[in-house]
């Protein structure tokens, strides 16, 4: 079976300043990585995913996550938050041929004029 | 069409009522999914169809639940006597290959049960 633990329910920062939100996970077999946000309203949209490429993996919208598989992390980061990033992240696993997806329970993040 | 749309988008019923969601996928697009998100949590996997065959329905809370998809397109979620723990925000999500692993979501329907 699969998990992620999100480890941080609420971010805040302000705008223009990096963003990090953190995530482990916990899975038997080499596991394909997500993180998905959703704005208030809107369907839930990928940003990015690993699928055991290059550990570095570069998302829409300036974000990226490094998958370390020593630690069991994949944490999400931006340089420079904008307004507009304020939503629910969710960090998601499955294993590879698995078709079922497990959440986080979500990062919060909001943005600070 | 050009996403995953869900109807009704927010749905009021009385405890004992019965509902139906309903879930179009992007076209072309085999597989489904329906996933249940109460208030705060992560969305929680319900069940999976592969074209009108519903190969996986382990999530189900209970046998108040079902889905179909009889022509392996629309796909309908049915609730039946419908209680409060039953409100949540359900969420469809279509995908076209099973190695690609990338699952497209519609913008959910939220249900209250009052």
């Known amino acids: 079976a699969q998990s992620v633990t999100q480890l941080d329910s609420h971010v805040s920062v302000s705008e223009g300043t990096p963003v990090l939100l953190r995530c482990n996970y916990s899975s038997s077999y080499s596991p394909s990585l997500f993180w998905y946000v959703q704005h208030p309203n809107k369907g839930l949209q990928l940003l990015l995913k690993?699928?055991?490429?290059?550990?570095l993996v570069k998302g829409i919208n300036g974000f990226e996550a490094e998958f370390k598989k020593s630690e069991t992390s994949f944490h999400l980061t931006k340089p420079s938050a904008h307004m507009s990033d304020a939503a629910e992240y969710f960090c998601v696993v499955s294993v590879f041929n698995d078709y079922k997806l497990s959440f986080g329970a979500g990062t919060t993040v909001t943005v600070r004029a | 069409g050009a996403g995953v749309s869900q109807s009704p988008r927010y749905k009021v019923a009385k405890r004992g009522q019965d509902v139906a969601l309903r879930c179009d996928p992007i076209?072309?697009?085999?597989?489904l999914f329906w996933y249940q998100q109460a208030l705060g949590q992560g969305p929680e996997f319900l069940t999976y169809f592969q074209n009108e065959a519903q190969l996986d329905k382990s999530g189900l809370p209970s046998d108040r639940f079902f889905a179909e998809r009889p022509e392996g397109s629309v796909s309908t979620l049915k609730i039946q006597r419908t209680q409060q723990e039953d409100s949540a925000v359900y969420l469809c999500?279509?995908?076209?290959?099973?190695?690609?692993?990338?699952?497209?979501f519609g913008p959910g329907t939220r249900l209250t049960v009052l």
């Open positions: 690993y699928t055991s490429a290059a550990t």
């Open positions: 076209s072309g697009h085999v597989s």
């Open positions: 999500a279509s995908y076209w290959r099973e190695d690609n692993n990338e699952q497209f």
